[in-house]
């Protein structure tokens, strides 16, 4: 957890250091997995807009060697996830490199 003391605008971020993504905002996205590239290490998933309307939304994750993979509880690797799972992903904006995953679990 950071601390931010200083002026009254100075920008507060977090993050937790694991890949190289200290002081960024760690985000959270739920849906299924509609898309899985296993070359290029990137995972693309639908989720359901929070606005009430039913549109449904696609997100790209690139998803690094350090990334946690679990289902029910236990790890798991890019390989063993598949199309139509239900998920959840912390993740972080990376700016130019995209949007990267840090967590993801396989959820029922």
Excluded: H
């Excluded at 993504?21 to 693309?44: C, E, F, H």
């Excluded at 790209?60 to 959840?88: C, H, M, W, Y």
């Excluded at 972080?92 to 993801?104: C, P, Y």
């Amino acid at each position: 957890m950071t601390i931010c003391l200083g002026l009254i605008f100075a920008p507060c971020a977090y993050g937790n250091g694991q890949n190289g993504q200290a002081n960024k905002p760690i985000q959270i996205v739920r849906g299924y997995i509609s898309g899985i590239n296993w070359v290029g290490s990137r995972l693309t998933i639908r989720w359901l807009q929070p606005n009430g309307v039913t549109v449904y939304d696609d997100m790209t994750f690139s998803v690094p060697g350090g990334a946690k993979i679990t289902r029910n509880g236990e790890s798991i690797t890019l390989s063993d996830v598949q199309i139509g799972d239900n998920i959840k992903v912390e993740y972080v904006d990376a700016g130019l490199a995209g949007l990267r995953a840090l967590n993801i679990s396989i959820v029922k």
